[in-house]
């Protein structure tokens, strides 16, 4: 999954939210079975990226998604070249809170989860 999405930048506000930008890989193989002729990012990969950025953002090294309290999935996500920008915060306890939407403005998900370092 390394090449399914690019970090493209990232910034932390003086609230200590996180918002990082990414281009989506409109060629990788997940979208031959999701769906053909049709793709959309599966909401798994969602959550992973989030997990993945907040991860990057704290030098947690890796973790795994310990609960997921909340993944509401608005609209889906298309590669459709549109950049796709994930703005969370992450507390000490390891529990994120972020929404995921197009760089033009469509809202995509609101995730709340709490990681677990592996």
């Not at 999405?5 to 979208?31: C, M, Q, R, V």
């Not at 999935?73 to 809170?97: A, C, H, M, Q, W």
Request: include cysteine; glycine fraction near 8%.
């Amino acid at each position: 999954m390394d090449d399914f999405f690019k970090i493209l930048a990232s910034t932390e506000s003086a609230e200590g939210t996180w918002t990082y930008t990414l281009s989506i890989n409109p060629d990788h193989d997940i979208f031959r079975g999701h769906f053909p002729g049709r793709p959309v990012v599966p909401g798994v990969m969602t959550l992973m990226m989030t997990r993945k950025c907040a991860e990057q953002a704290k030098g947690l090294g890796a973790t795994r998604i310990g609960a997921i309290k909340e993944a509401k999935y608005i609209s889906p996500i298309t590669p459709d070249g549109v950049d796709v920008i994930i703005t969370f915060s992450i507390d000490e306890s390891l529990n994120v809170k972020g929404e995921v939407r197009s760089a033009d403005g469509r809202d995509y998900t609101k995730i709340r989860m709490t990681l677990t370092r592996e």
